[in-house]
DNA sequence: GATGAATGAGCTTTCATTCAT
DNA sequence: AATGAATGAAAGCTCATTCAT
């Protein structure tokens, strides 16, 4: 990685951070750089916008999270197992790197017009999508998973998982996350087992 | 109702539609001004600022799905038909009033700064998570449903109908809402069974 | 006129002051807020932009220099008589209106970019061309002045005038302008006569 | 020329070329950089600032310009003759190099903050001004035209014909400038001549 | 000579909110 | 209740210029 490369991610990175738990249009490009301190200015040499920026991050993070997938993809276990699996990964991550999820659910989701031009339909979350994609297609080709709509299931697994998110963040969980472990891999294991 | 609460609510749809469609801060108090032919001056009247404005729709909207959800737990049916019911209901609301639904998903989700003060916790939505805690409560009851944390049940009924709407909204989905509501109904079914 | 409109017309009269003098680029919308006492937010009520208003500003001036040359057009003399009479208007506006002749010369002239849209060909500035257009067509009517190409006649007269305000803007004219009006109607005369 | 000089002129040139296509301001110092494939770094050990480098550009221009008009001065022919030498050479300088008369238009006229310090008076075309103001003394002296001020005749020139080029940029003209050569060069011919 | 990342002041524009009428 | 002109802080973005390499 060149310098100039090790600098983009440094800034997707500290950008991802204020984007999440600031919100969108309350953090500022010079809060941003302020918080890398650099100028403004010299930002812009890196990003051309804030919304350039904010849709090169929502890549970033759905390519960390496709990988991650990936790997379990390529684990040999049964599909319940691997449910779990990605259950304890999203989970993981929601309590390690909060960022990362909290910006699926508050700025990509919510930003249409940020996102509209250049990220249609799945785009810039394509490895993240693919990956879930081959783990579904791997249980119903193994006879393990009904076979149904992708995005039924896709919905659902992503849908459940963010919203149980969303609702740690807003404080209304009484438990912590890892204790829904249980119940939500099972919960999805049984929606989408044959 | 009085003229002045007629107005109010006249307020609460013209800049729930706007907010929905062209989101929160896209949308300015003179759009929501013209758009119901008042002056901005006298909108300041009804309410007292914008974000108190965004407070009250998502408390609105909550009302009227959590009425409608009260009238299905109010049937007499098993659990099984009432799930379908309400996947039905919240895809109906998703095609004929769709502001409410996304309002929910691009509003109420993704501004915490705004809803932060004074819509703690779920006190904004409570109306249509009360709903949704009875329906669930009963199903236990009755035993038909598994006997589990009431918000791993709750994040996937919502999780799953919001993401749902939500990918529609992306025109990711290729076919019709309407056409997932076998499969995700008893997805939802199976997950919470007995 | 109503409050709003001679507000309008303030506005425009400031800013024509200030581009003209400091040129557009150094002319900031602060800069004519506060030359005019008001606000910047409350400026852009009655512009959208500062380039809608450089577009105002030009149709403002090219309509009042054409209603002088109207009164021209209409008074019952010689082509030879009318030629000094514009040229003597033209000057009396370079002193006691410098503003209007070196917008002209200054800002519409050199910024395309600006006038571009909106203002293609002669649109902003029809009012006062066709003024010119009708005292060259009636003088060679009248049999007085040669029947040649209108934009020939054109050129000359307005890039030979606005050339000599240009100079006397740069002080580079050892003379009054009044004193070069006999010389310059002449010329003019001269070129354009049977 | 030295290595130095070369590269000196050929930033000239790609100024030249940008500022008169795209206004002074619009174009930035990185532009002509990458124009011509150096550092904006480098390009600053040539010119010490941005509008020490438009001066520059003004006298280059004026230097070639003034050169070709010496020329037809010193061709053995009457001033009539030599008038339509020198607006056949301008028109035809607007349509081979047109951004060098662009430059005079759009550029010099037009940010006198720019050139006020350093162009003072004609300084920075005194070449220019030079030879036509032989060529209107050996014309007088000649007896073939009418003894009058030097600025008198040089506004008509000068502004006459950068006022054709200037319809001509804008499409206004609706014929090529050649078919104005004859036209305009008798009108100059008729206001100048004894 | 040559590079280009870095600076930061300054620009245009927006908009929630107020208040005199 | 109703109006809408007015405010002014704050945002995103630009760019001439510098300087360490």
């Known amino acids: 990685m060149t310098k100039k490369e090790l600098k983009r991610e440094s800034i997707i990175q500290a950008a991802l951070k204020l984007f999440s738990t600031n919100g969108f249009h309350k953090t500022t490009i010079p809060d941003i750089a302020k918080s890398l301190g650099m100028s403004v200015g010299n930002l ?3 990003f051309k916008s804030k919304d350039i920026l904010a849709k090169e991050i929502i890549k970033y993070t ?3 999270l496709g990988d991650e997938i990936k790997k379990i993809n390529m684990l040999d276990m049964s599909s319940k197992e691997k449910i ?3 259950v304890e990964l999203y989970f993981q991550m929601a ?3 909060p960022e990362m999820i909290e910006y699926f659910l508050r700025v990509y989701l919510s930003h249409r017009e940020v996102f509209d031009d250049g ?3 799945m785009i810039c979350v394509s490895s993240f999508v693919t990956e879930i994609m081959l783990f579904f297609d791997k249980g119903v080709e193994g006879g393990e998973l009904r076979d149904q709509d992708f995005f039924s299931a896709f919905g659902l697994f992503m849908g459940y998982l963010g ?3 969303f609702l740690k963040g807003e404080s209304i969980l009484p438990k912590d996350l890892d204790e829904y472990i249980d119940d939500i891999s099972e919960n999805i294991y049984n929606a989408l087992k044959k």
Request: proline share 0%; hydrophobic share 20%; with cysteine.
């Open 84 to 86: 779990r699996k990605i």
């Open 95 to 97: 309590k390690e790197k």
């Open 62 to 64: 759905s390519d960390i």
């Open 119 to 121: 990220c249609e339909g």
């Open 163 to 165: 919203g149980m998110v």
């Open 44 to 46: 812009y040499n890196y």
